[in-house]
């Protein structure tokens, strides 16, 4: 019975996401005839448009974003971007000098057929780790793919200190950094020189299951199937990717052009909220929310044992450098003690059980900054992020398909575990707050990207959430953005990082239509 009914749900499921396929691309095609301007966090692509049919009419029933997509229909946002050989030229001309760049465009570049090749290119396989390096496992997270990281599907983050082999030896002292979890077919990849300081690079993959129209099945992208038999590898440094929705500066350079670009560790200090460390209560809690799901499976090379066994306070150590600057930081001391004793009182049981939720006046300022746009999300106050329910489903999914009852081709998502609950989702960096005005849903949900602090010399500057500078056009383009179907990779907010409720769409049209 748990076999038949989670294929049927996996057939329900694709079925729906292929039958809209055709009529979302003529919906998108329209759309993008016409777009006059950058919209709110979404890739800005050459040639993005919008029409005024787009426009005529606010969200109703027939909206595509009441159609039901398969959680995870971000679409591609490599789509529009040079791949293969092309893309390397354009890296390999930038002049910058590092382990990544040197070993991807010298002449015997090694052929990258797998995450472990990778690792091994680079000397990070966290098998063979020796020296200044270690691993870190996060189960939420702020980064490219907010709603990807739960305790069942981890960031997992590598990263050593070695002297620069390819330079004979002879070169200085560099921190490479790789950070990778399952369901999407990138690696994001750091580099940190005295010379150069830190830069920032991602490699895109693709799978033999990309060759069929309906793509990639979620068994194929969160099992060890991703982390293997990869084509098509492609390295992208931060000029690649600047003004579209995988822009490096929105988190790294949050200050703009000129300004030192920064590693991103907000539960900075012990006990690290929401890292995995089976010596303190949280980082535990997450670690047998993995183990109950994935058993002694292992995950981006790491061991069974390593998971949850390696302390965050290395990655710390990485991450703070000279001067531990981290802004808007998570003071995860206070925040936990916080919380766990307001659950308390309410008869939960934070960390472990989260079906009641803590509150934290120390995390609530964090938060409130970042809503005003003054920072990116902050992480949420509870360690756990994920709905009871929901992983619980999920879990006992994965344990099926582990066991053999249950064929990889019927694994649902296990990345939908989150919430329903706006309010819970705007406090984890997913949504925005119930009951904002227009105006105020633009503010949460766009800053991040759209700010008078980052590069405004990008089409994406043309938009900003302070929206009373606009002029006609460039609000109507916001609205066709807001109105695009989630697997657009031209929506906004794109769909990877924050779904918006009905209400707050609506309220945030309404207002860009005045």
């Not at 990116?376 to 398909?401: G, M, N, S």
């Not at 009852?405 to 919430?419: G, S, Y």
């Not at 980052?454 to 089409?459: D, E, G, K, M, R």
Request: net charge negative; hydrophobic share 35%; glycine share 8%.
């Amino acid at each position: 019975m748990l076999v038949s009914a989670f294929m049927r749900a996996a057939a329900i499921t694709q079925t729906a996401s292929n039958c809209l396929n055709a009529h979302m691309r003529s919906v998108l095609v329209l759309a993008v005839l016409s777009m006059v301007s950058g919209g709110c966090e979404a890739a800005d692509q050459p040639g993005s448009t919008a029409t005024d049919a787009a426009v005529a009419s606010p969200p109703s029933a027939a909206d595509p974003h009441e159609a039901l997509y398969a959680y995870g229909d971000w679409g591609d946002p490599f789509v529009n971007l040079p791949k293969g050989a092309a893309q390397r030229q354009r890296v390999c001309e930038s002049g910058h000098d590092d382990s990544i760049r040197r070993l991807f465009c010298k002449e015997d570049a090694p052929t990258i057929t797998s995450l472990n090749d990778l690792q091994v290119a680079l000397q990070i396989d966290p098998a063979k780790l020796a020296g200044v390096g270690g691993s870190a496992l996060a189960g939420h997270s702020t980064s490219l793919s907010t709603r990807a990281i739960s305790a069942i599907n981890p960031r997992v983050i590598t990263f050593r200190l070695l002297t620069d082999k390819f330079n004979g030896g002879r070169g200085g002292l560099e921190m490479i950094i790789l950070a990778f979890h399952r369901g999407e077919q990138f690696v994001e990849l750091a580099t940190f020189t005295q010379a150069e300081g830190n830069y920032f690079y991602v490699v895109h993959f693709d799978q033999e299951c990309n060759d069929r129209p309906e793509g990639c099945l979620p068994g194929e992208l969160l099992t060890d199937s991703v982390e293997k038999n990869w084509r098509n590898v492609t390295l992208y440094d931060e000029a690649s990717l600047e003004n579209t929705v995988l822009d490096c500066a929105t988190c790294h350079q949050p200050d703009g052009p000129g300004t030192r670009r920064i590693l991103r560790m907000q539960e900075f200090d012990d006990p690290w909220t929401h890292w995995f460390f089976n010596a303190t209560p949280g980082g535990k809690a997450l670690v047998d929310d993995y183990t109950a799901a994935k058993g002694d499976e292992t995950i981006a090379g790491l061991l069974r044992q390593d998971i949850g066994g390696i302390s965050p306070g290395g990655l710390e150590t990485v991450v703070g450098g000279g001067d531990h600057y981290q802004p808007n930081m998570f003071n995860s001391e206070i925040i936990e003690r916080e919380v766990t004793q307001s659950a308390a009182l309410q008869g939960g049981n934070q960390p472990v059980d989260n079906r009641i939720p803590g509150t934290s006046p120390t995390w609530q300022i964090a938060y409130e900054a970042s809503k005003r746009g003054d920072f990116i999300p902050t992480p949420f106050h509870d360690v756990k992020v994920t709905d009871a329910a929901k992983l619980q489903r999920a879990t006992e999914a994965y344990q099926a398909y582990r066991s053999g009852d249950l064929p990889k081709e019927a694994l649902p998502d296990i990345r939908d575990v989150f919430p329903d609950d706006h309010a819970l989702l705007a406090r984890m960096g997913m949504s925005t707050e119930p009951g904002l005005s227009g105006e105020e849903v633009l503010i949460q949900a766009c800053s991040q990207c759209h700010n008078e602090r980052l590069n405004q010399s990008l089409s994406r500057a043309r938009f900003r959430p302070d929206i009373a500078s606009l002029s006609r056009a460039e609000k109507d383009a916001a609205i066709a953005r807001l109105m695009l179907p989630p697997n657009s990779v031209y929506a906004m907010p794109p769909a990877r990082l924050r779904v918006l409720s009905r209400e707050a769409r609506e309220r945030a049209i309404e207002a860009l239509r005045r």
